[in-house]
């Protein structure tokens, strides 16, 4: 059982900043893409960003474009979300994903293959 571990979530005011990180098991890392999906309430599991194998590409939903960042240290075995610019629509749980199926599309949840538990973010104004 791969289990990705989530990290950093929290409260700020709109306008703050936070930094999401996941911990992914070694194997798990080298897969062809990993990525960043929130969920509020009462609303669908939605495509943050993602990442694809070192030396590849990064895609955003316009939601986020200039306001998020993601990256992968490759040293740590480690993907993170750096969140600029918090607004309050920007509330969810966030989660991590890894082990994109090869040539599948980045913003669909059920086209990756493991997922932390979650890390809640609220923003409020």
């Known amino acids: 059982q791969v289990q990705l571990v989530e990290s950093g979530g929290g409260s700020v005011q709109a306008g703050g900043s936070l930094r999401l990180s996941c911990v992914v098991p070694g194997d798990t890392y080298s897969s062809d893409g990993m990525g960043w999906f929130r969920q509020a309430p009462g609303k669908e599991r939605e495509g943050v960003a993602a990442i694809y194998r070192p030396g590849g590409s990064i895609v955003y939903a316009d939601s986020v474009k200039g306001r998020f960042t993601i990256s992968r240290d490759n040293a740590k075995n480690t993907v993170y979300l750096q969140m600029n610019s918090l607004k309050p629509e920007d509330t969810a749980m966030y989660y991590c994903?890894?082990?994109?199926?090869?040539?599948?599309?980045?913003?669909?949840?059920?086209?990756?293959?493991?997922w932390g538990q979650g890390t809640q973010v609220t923003v409020s104004s």
């Open positions: 994903a890894a082990d994109l199926n090869y040539g599948s599309r980045w913003n669909k949840w059920d086209n990756y293959n493991y």
